[in-house]
Structure formats: structure tokens, C-alpha cells
């Protein structure tokens, strides 16, 4: 039963968007120039600069997320310096030391649902500069934080007003990770817009990875000042794709019709769905999410009664009877799973308020 | 007419072999692990052992022939270690120092037409050894070769078998970049297998950008202890595609039903027939290559009249009046096109040596 | 009277234990080899190897304590592993990101007065080993501690063995910054010899910038195989020193007749008597350290008055009303400003027991 | 009669002057701030910046030359950068890759007797511009050359003026290696001073360890914004001391009352004797070096015989029956050695011309 399981794992583990697919097919026997001086590149710039309403930004196709962070990060720094980053970001977790193979500490700060704050930053920065001893530390260089964050929690504009203010006091470049950016742009909740994001950001990445794409990741430098020479760095960082058609195909798919937006929605729609059923099925959701992941509560029995009917992430222990797990949704959820993991869900509920376990029968 | 114009610049200007398109669209619903778990990556890896005729190679699918290089060389050397390599290898040139970014020297020794020799291995790690302040000079750690060369020169297996030699006498692992490498294998010159590349060789990899990949290097460990813990190294290098299928599917393909075999032959009866018109035609070759690059020598009335009916690259000056110029041909490389360029290659010698300049009225 | 105050801020505030410089005066006109290829180097490593039980051991002289650390870490680490390191540790903080310049994390854990204990080095790497991403983290590589620690406490022989056995069991070698070592070794409390710290670490350091020399750490491995090629890693780190016999001068003395030791003994002597009468006037320690520094609380009228006859180190604000300060006696204290700092203090607590402020008059 | 041999291998294989370790003897117990905040230092970096007529330039005091090298090239390069450089360069042979560790590839061009010329900086930078594929290459981030060279050659002032227009025009800072600076200073044919290095550079140091200090390199920054942060910069790379007095003693020492001249003007004087003495014996010069180090040309007889009266390096070999040797003097050159060794020049040629082999005998 295992390849007929409904999917919920994560938002990408499947190929591309259709129209990206078809309009590679299209141009396949087309020739181009390489690494990114190609027609499609500069299509896909243009319509990422009109979305971020910032004509002279310059925009950058790199190939993958924890790559895009080594080689921005690698560009803003000075080699004495580091970068302020939520505990519970990327770059200070998941990225095999990518940070520190550029030779920069990340320097880790508590974070609360995978976010941080603007007095958090301006106490870090106070701190050190307070500290007689500061030019034996690590000195704070830039900022990096993620909307989405890593929980699928989002800032609100007045928390990146916030920080961004603090940021440019302190001339700490503000550096956003957008890995799933689409579904922070999308969410009900969300106040923060690409035109924002290029005003209150020195850089930031629109993800396309997770976003529809088969790879690939749009760096924004809304002042193409801060980084010169970002080209040969990109580069020396073995972060320049030869056949760079391929990033912009995807993006001018993307920014086409506006379709990276359209792509969050029916994820959020999706994502909205499953996570009501839960609450009235009475599970109790980890926070509130809102973007397109969805952890909640489970004991023992609950989780494998789910992964009868369905696949997801684990995430963490929550105590000694419980478990944090996580539904995700993306461009390639499909209604009729959903309203089937729905039914499931149900039906499991059913079942166990009965003290009966049908549901394998019912599946089998 | 630009868009007209025969195209023979290089071999990373078109997509990807039609059965690597059709392939990403058949499978794009499916789930898959990320990072290379999934069973496409799998599947890849074994047909690629089995071509190398090595079933116990560890294989590993990046994306870019900057990445990979930076990747295994890093992985290989200590940091106190360089690489030797021909002075017009890519490492040594094009790469932005990439190989410099992970902390080491490209101990670049005098090539011959892109080619060095085991006398000249042999030769440097003497001198270091012999050299009493050795300890302060940067150790050579391995040795850094192409197949086919930059310049689309060959080494044959006598060559490679003494190169072998030298760096295993030598403990210095040998490496081989081979990001065109289909062409070599096709190369009626050639005498070197997949197998014994896995044979002779530390590590090698097999090019999939410029052999009808979209993107992607295959680099095959034949023996999978040279280099432990290979996986996190390359998350660190952000060269880890999260969606690892991609890179799965293409290398499934061009190993299925011999297609690697077939895009370069089918690239190398093309350039052979260039090369024959060329050589009619009075041309002289730079040199004569037996892979799908064709250097020849032109003087600037013939470069102007090439380029008004084909693109190509220039190499190089040549002398004061002489260039030297590339057609290269490829997988996507079709045959009509071959024949419309040795048609007008005719016809423009005809008419230069009829003193007339009759090909643009023809061809508007 | 800035200039006559008593002086306790540090170990590494004068120049040199005079037999060192004598030594240095009458060496001053012979030839030696460069780079500690000298006769003078050749003695303090056999000194030191005699002194450390461990005819066998690779012994290394370098200048400093960053640098040392630095090289050794860089020595032993592979790219993708990181140094597990109590958060307190000077590699965590006070080394200005000199060991991510060499590409690596410092995975710190959370220390009690600078230590950490074997289980919470189980504990990590078992979590790491357990998680099934781990191969997108930092992989634990090595064990880095300091004894005695930041903050003056030393860990006791069962500490060390225990730390050691999980260290050996997870083949993570175990490296000893022992910056203030002769401190620790002269301690009352301490129970690990050179030959332990031989026996139960891969790696450690012996310093002498804090312990009686101008600069200088020797760097014991006593499994030479640990590290092959230390010498030109240390080059290639700028940690070579051309006149090499200046440090094998300083080492060789400071191992003949037990230096070493003496200047632990006399240090501890002094620092013990400061303690306790720092508790017989009623000044509550920070804690009971064993070594040459003394942590203890004092409230801001306190510090005022200990300001006007002595000087001594903030360490870190304690409560609202107090903070900690430290005085730390060396090789170089002489007794009489001990007796004379007992005598102030004594006075002073008397005189604020009285209402009065006498100090500043009687001093001045 | 080994220890009795007259020694001339190299400029720093003995201890320091004199006046420097008296200074250390009388200022030893004095407590004074870490880290080069001592009052020592402060007047040493007043005396060179007096002596180089540079009232603002900032003065930093490092160990060594290897370490100088790599903290102040790591400062001014951005990551894709390299250093142009001679190719008989420090950096580009003998520091055991430390620039590469630092992430930056030695641009090497062709030096002649250790020199390169403007006209070969500019076609670097041009022929690097004019590449379509700069963005693919090391981009050129400043140049290195040494004064005097690694061949004891100097560079005229006219030359070095016109290495500063070209690299000042094309925006690459020129740094000056000065190991050896007081040979060059001191020189007969020199026509560069202190005062010349800091109008025409951006950056040089002054050598301490080959020119009378048991260590330590003055590095001068005309202009000091051209690297902020330059403090936690050579704390980062473990080049700073902590006890920087030592450092800031021996620099003090070595700018009052004109020392370092004095010592420049002596080795300099004891090299001319020397140098004429070959000359009159009928030895060829490899070249007539300006400097303390003297290369000639010997037979393998003569070195036979040298080596009983002498101690020399060893360079390199001329043809089949020659070598090249070197003499050098410096601070610690006696002038009865010089005495000596010119009587024993003298007399072995008398005996070889005697067709005798008498040196033996006499010196037994």
C-alpha cells in the first residue's frame, strides 16, 4: 500500500511546475548563450524586478538554497566578521557548516517559533560593542533570517520594519532566506509584499526549489552596490549554473501570469483545510502555522493510525507520550488528495472515539 | 539573419537530449526522496557502475564541472597539499579559484596541447622531495588531468597507464575531468574505456552538462574508501541538489540503451566531417583533434566570411594576421546543419579564390 | 599613583622569568639552524617528552595561544567536522573566529564554570548520530577543554578519564588547552601529572605566554601519527618561527631544575593567601578556584575602594548591585605586593565596618 | 672544527642586538596592557611613523613574514581575487601556501633576478580586462613585490614609481614585502627611503627578524582606511602577541638613535669587502647584488674547500660543473670573521692556483 500512501512530507518531492516542464520542452533545441547572459535569464530578471517594483535591483539565478546562503553571505562579510541568525535557522543548523566553510561563525541567537527580534539584534550588537574585549570576537556583520521561517511561521512588516531599522542603524546588511517564499507571500496572515521586501531587505532570495521549480533560487540585491563582483564570486563558489537558460526558463515561468503567486495560494488554500480538520478532529497543532506547514500533536497510536493512510515529517519529541509531526502542501498537492487525507482523518477519529481500529480494514 | 546563422560555438548551448525531457515529464507527480535518496538516483548509480564495470564505486551526481572539481579536490588534500595540473587546465584557469577558495594551490606544470606527462609528474615530486625546504613549499597531494583535454586532445592508455604509474608510486591520487568525456570515448583515436578510467584512475568524472544533461557530473570513487564522509562534504560545498532526482533521472538516461555511447559518436562523425571539408578547403588545422572540438587557423577576410553564415569561437591569435577559431559539435548538433556549413565553406573558398564575394547575396 | 597600585589584572602582563632571559643573553651570538631546527628546540623537546612520560611524542613550539589552537584544530579536523567546545571556551569566544577561518564550527555545549563532563560528549553525539538529517550538520570531529578552564577550575583525573573513554569511543581525539597549565598542575586540588594528560588526551598544549615565558605554547602529541606533515601545516598557518631557538631557549629553561612547576607552586601559594583573606574580610568568592584566579563579588563602593590601591580584572555584572571582579597572581608576583594587598584589604574592610573612609587619606 | 667555522649561511641565525635584549632585561617586571595597547608599542609605532615621514599611518607590529604576508593580502583582497606577484616571490614559493589558505591564488608573472616591471603589471591587468572570460578567472586585487628581492636585488625608485602609477591607475594596492629592508635601505645603490615606501605604496612592512630582532615585522599603512578592522583581522588569523610589549621593545629599540640604519649600513659594508674579495679571487657573481647576500658561481672543488674554512647556502645549480652559493651578512657579522674569511679566499685561491691543497692543513 506503501505507493499509494497520500504525500504530505514536504514541498519538494516532485518535479516542476507543468509549465515549466513544457516551456523547457519548447526552447530545448534553442541556442543560447551560457552562464546566464541568455535571453530567458534576462526575461526572468526583468519580471523579478517589475514584481519587487525595484527596476535597478540586480537579480541573480543560483542553483540551491544552502549554496545561494554560502555565496551571499560569503559576499557581504569581511573575514573577521559573522552573521546574527535565529538558532533555529538554516544556516545554524542544516547547511554542514557551509557558513563556516567561508570562513564566518554564525553567530546564534534564541529564537521563538524560528524567529528573532529587533531588540534582540540591537542588544547582541550593543553587547558586543560594549565588551572591551570586542576585537577578540566575532563582530557582527550582517543579519539573516528566514520568511517563511523554518516552522512556517512568518514576520509581520512591523517585526521586519523593526529589525530592518535596527539593521541599517547599525549598518548590518538584512539578509532574508526565502526558500518557500511563495507560501509567506500567499498566507492570510501575511502583510509583507516583494515591493517590501526589496525596501526593507539588502538581499534577499525568492525560493523556487520549493516553490514550483525543479531547482533553483532568484537573489535580489535591491542596491546593486552592496556587492560587487558578485559574478566571478558566484563563480569561484562553483555556484554558476553553465546552461543558465535553465534558471530562467523557470523564473520567467514563475513570474509569468503571475504564477509563483498562484502557487502559493492553492498551497495555503490547501494547507488551511487540512490544518481545520485537525483542530476539529481535536488534535492540538504544535502553533498555529500560517503557511503551508502544519505541525501538530500526536501520541504512539495516533501516529500510526496516520501513517496508514498517510506520509509526513517528524519533526521532534514533544514529551514522553507525545510527538511533533508535519503535513506539508506545495504547488503539487492535489484537491482530491486532500479531501482524502481529510476523510481519513475523520474517520481515524471516529474509529478511536469508538475504541475501534477500522481503519486498515477500511484501507486494505 | 543572426538567428539563421549555423551554430557550432560549443557544446552547453542547447537543453538536453530528448529522452532526458521526455523522462522529467513522465515522472514529474512522483514522490521521491530529496538529496539523491530517491530510486532515480539509485537506478543511475547502478548503471553507471556497471558501465565503469566497478560495482563497488561510490557515485555521486553533482551538478556543475566548476562545483565537482572544487568538491573532490577539496575532499582529496589536506590543507597543506596542492594539485598538479596542466597550466591550461580548467582548475589552473577558469574557475575563478575555486580550487584556491578551499585553501589550495594549483601547481601548475608546462602542457602540451592541453597534455602533461608522467616524466613531468615524476619529474615536480622529485624536485619537492629532493628540495631541502620542502616543508615550506606546498606538498603535491595529487594530480589533476582532463580527458579529453581543453583543447579536445586525447590522452591514450599507454599515457594514462604511465600516469597511474607515477602517481600511485608517488601516493598522489589521480583525477580526471571529464566534462566532455562522451567525446573521448567516441574519439576514433581513443583507446581508453569507462573501465579502465576505473581501473587507472582515483576518481574521475563522467560530464553530463556538455553531453546532453541539462546539467550534471557523475563522479565515480572506484574505490568508495578514498574518500569517507563524501555526502556532508558536498552538502558543505552547497552541492547537494535537493531534488536529487533530477540529476537521477538525467544520468538514468544517458546510460540507458547506450545513449552516452551514441551523443558522442553520433558528435564526432560531425566533426570529422568538418574537419575533412576544412582540410579540402585549404584550411589549416590548429592542431588535429580527435574529439569534437576543431580548432583550424583563418586570416580576418576568412573569420568575416564565416561569420556571415555561422557562429564559432575564437581561441586564440595565431600571429599577425591569423586567428585561431573553434566549431565544436555536440549532441544536439543536427545534420542538416553539417551539411549547410560544408556547403558554404565550399562555396566561400570557390568564390575567394574566384576573387568574389557572392555568399552574403546568396544567402540574403 | 596610578603607577604604584598593585597589580593583579593578569598572567601575562610582564615580560619573562629572568633565568629566561639570562639564557637568552648568553645564546645571543651562536649560529643555530632556523624554523626549531635547532639544538635549543631539540633540548626543550626532550625535556618536555621526558617531562610528559612519553619518550615518543611529537612536541611542537609555537608563539601563541590562538595560533596554537588554530593549527591544531585545522590539524586534526577534516572540512565538514566541527570542534565540540565547553560555550565558554576561548575558541568559543575570545578568538576573534579564527577557527571558522580554518572552515570549522565550534559546537559548544553548555559548561558549568567553564567545564563540561563525558555525558553531555555522549549525549551530543549520539543525538547527532541518532538524527536522521545529520548528514546536513556539523559533524562532531574533535573534544576541545581548557585546564584549567576560563574561569580558573580544573577538572579532576576521574573528569578526564571519563571525558577521554568517550572521546576514544567515538574516535573523537581529545585536545587540552593548557594556556595557564602550570597553574593547574601546581593547584592543591589538582590530580592530573603531564603523564596523564600524556595518557588521556591526543592532543594537548602547554602554555608558556601565561606561565613565565615572553610567548610560547608546546604542543604535545604523543601519538606522533596523529598528525602527519604538523610542520608544514604550521608554516602554511604563519606559526613558524624563523629563530626557532628563541622558543626552544624559553621551553628548555622553563623545563630544567622544575621552572615549571615553581611557577605554579609560587603563583598558587599567593593566590591562596589572597583568598583567604578575601573571606576572612567577608568577600563571598564567585567560587573556589583552585588555580591562580580569583573570582569574587563586590559591591560598587567595594570596588571603589579596592581601585584606589589595586588593580584587578571586571570579569561580569553579578546582581544589580554587584559585580565580579578577579585578581590573578603569576610567576611574576612578588610577595610583598601580596602582603601589601592582604594588608589594604584588611584595613579597608576595617574602616567600612567603621563608617570610614580612611584608605584614600592613609594612602595617599 | 665544525663550531669554529666562519658563518655566513643567512641574515637571521642568531639571537637580536644587543640594545634590544638589554631593554627587555631592564623593562621586564614592568606591567603594561596586552595585545600591543602597551606603552612600548605606542612609541615604536611614533618612531616609524616619524622615520617614514607619515604622521597618520597606521602601525601594526606582527611576528613573522609568512604570517605579515597572509594577514595583510587576506585584508585588502576580496574573495575572487588574487595577488599578482614575481614569480621567484615569497609568497609564491616559500610560505607553504599560506596566501592560498586564505582562499587566494598567487598571480606568478616572470621576474628577473626577483623583479617585475610595470610594463608587466599593466599588460596583466589589460590582457585580463580585455578577456571576454574574465568573469572566470582570478580577478588581479594588488601586487606584491619584496625590497630588496628574495635575490638581494633592489628596485630603483624610479621603478618602484612606476609600478605605484600602474597599480595606483588600474586600483590594485602595492604592497612591499620588507623582510629584509635595512640591506636594502643601507645599500649604496639605493635610492628609496622610508619616507619613498610610503608615498609610493599602500601598504609595506619593516623587517625585524632578519635586520637585528629575535623576531617581528613593522607593517606601515599610509592611507589607514584602506583596512579597517585590521585589529580583529590579525587576532582572527592568530598573529596577534600577547604580550605585545616585546614586540614594541624591540621596534623601539630599533628606531632610536637610527639603529636600524646603523645595522643596514654594517651587513652592507661586511658584503661589499666580500663581494670584492670574490671578485679579486676571480669568482663570477651570479650577479652584483646591492644587498647583504652575495651569490657567486663555484666549481665543486671550490665548494669543497670553502666548506672547510665556511658555512654558506646553497641556492641552486648553475650548469653541469657549477652551483650557485651565497654568503650573507647582517647585524651580528663580526669583522674579524670577515677578516677571516677574505684571508681564506685569498689563500685558497693562491693554493688552487698552486695546484696545492694546503687550507686543510693550515686550519687543522
Redesign the interface.
Same mark, same amino acid.
Given at each position: 500500500m506503501s505507493d499509494k500512501k497520500l504525500?504530505f512530507?514536504?514541498d519538494?518531492?516532485?518535479?516542476?511546475h =507543468?509549465n515549466i516542464?513544457k516551456r523547457?520542452?519548447e526552447?530545448?533545441?534553442?541556442?543560447?548563450?551560457?552562464?546566464g547572459l541568455d535571453r530567458y535569464s534576462a526575461s526572468a530578471v526583468e519580471r523579478i524586478r517589475e514584481a519587487c517594483g525595484c527596476q535597478g535591483a540586480e537579480v541573480k539565478l543560483l542553483?540551491?538554497?544552502?549554496?545561494?546562503?554560502?555565496?551571499v553571505i560569503?559576499a557581504i562579510l569581511?573575514?573577521?566578521?559573522?552573521v546574527i541568525a535565529p538558532d533555529s535557522g538554516h544556516i545554524a543548523?542544516?547547511?554542514?557548516?557551509?557558513i563556516?566553510?567561508?570562513?564566518?561563525?554564525?553567530l546564534a541567537i534564541p529564537s521563538v517559533q524560528g524567529k528573532i527580534n529587533a531588540a534582540q539584534v540591537e542588544n547582541y550588537v550593543r553587547d558586543f560593542q560594549k565588551d572591551?574585549?570586542h576585537?577578540?570576537?566575532?563582530?557582527p556583520g550582517m543579519v539573516y533570517i528566514s520568511q517563511p521561517t523554518e516552522f512556517g511561521t512568518i514576520y509581520s512588516r512591523k517585526e521586519l520594519e523593526e529589525l530592518s531599522e535596527v539593521c541599517h542603524r547599525y549598518h548590518l546588511p538584512l539578509y532574508v532566506d526565502g526558500a518557500r517564499l511563495a507560501y509567506a507571500l500567499a498566507s492570510k496572515e501575511n502583510d509583507i509584499t516583494l515591493p517590501d521586501l526589496a525596501s526593507l531587505c539588502d538581499v534577499f532570495y525568492i525560493g523556487g526549489?520549493?516553490c514550483g521549480a525543479?531547482?533553483g533560487e532568484a537573489v535580489v540585491i535591491p542596491d546593486p552596490g552592496l556587492i560587487p563582483?558578485f559574478? =566571478?564570486?558566484i563563480?569561484?563558489?562553483?555556484?554558476?549554473?553553465?546552461?543558465g537558460?535553465?534558471l530562467g526558463i523557470q523564473f520567467d515561468e514563475l513570474f509569468k501570469d503571475d504564477l509563483y503567486r498562484k502557487i502559493g495560494e492553492s498551497a495555503i488554500g490547501y494547507a488551511l483545510r487540512i490544518k481545520e480538520c485537525l483542530k476539529e478532529q481535536g488534535f492540538s497543532l504544535y502553533y498555529d502555522s500560517p503557511t503551508n506547514q502544519i505541525l501538530f500533536i500526536v501520541n504512539e497510536e495516533q501516529m500510526e493510525q496516520i501513517s496508514r493512510f498517510a506520509?509526513y515529517s517528524?519533526m521532534e519529541k514533544y514529551d514522553e507520550n507525545h510527538v511533533v509531526i508535519r503535513f506539508a502542501t506545495s504547488w503539487?498537492t492535489r484537491e482530491e488528495d486532500v479531501e482524502m487525507l481529510i476523510h481519513h482523518l475523520s474517520t481515524m477519529k471516529k474509529n478511536m472515539d469508538q475504541g475501534k481500529d477500522e481503519i486498515g480494514e477500511e484501507m486494505s
Open positions: 504525500y512530507v514536504s519538494y518531492m516532485e518535479g516542476a =507543468p516542464l523547457l520542452c526552447t530545448n533545441y534553442e541556442h543560447t548563450e551560457g552562464y542553483v540551491g538554497g544552502t549554496q545561494t546562503n554560502a555565496v560569503d569581511r573575514s573577521y566578521q559573522g543548523i542544516h547547511e554542514a557548516g557551509a563556516e566553510r567561508g570562513g564566518h561563525k554564525v572591551e574585549n576585537d577578540h570576537i566575532v563582530m526549489t520549493k525543479l531547482f563582483h559574478f =566571478p564570486l563563480k569561484q563558489h562553483g555556484a554558476l549554473l553553465a546552461k537558460r535553465i506520509e517528524f503539487a
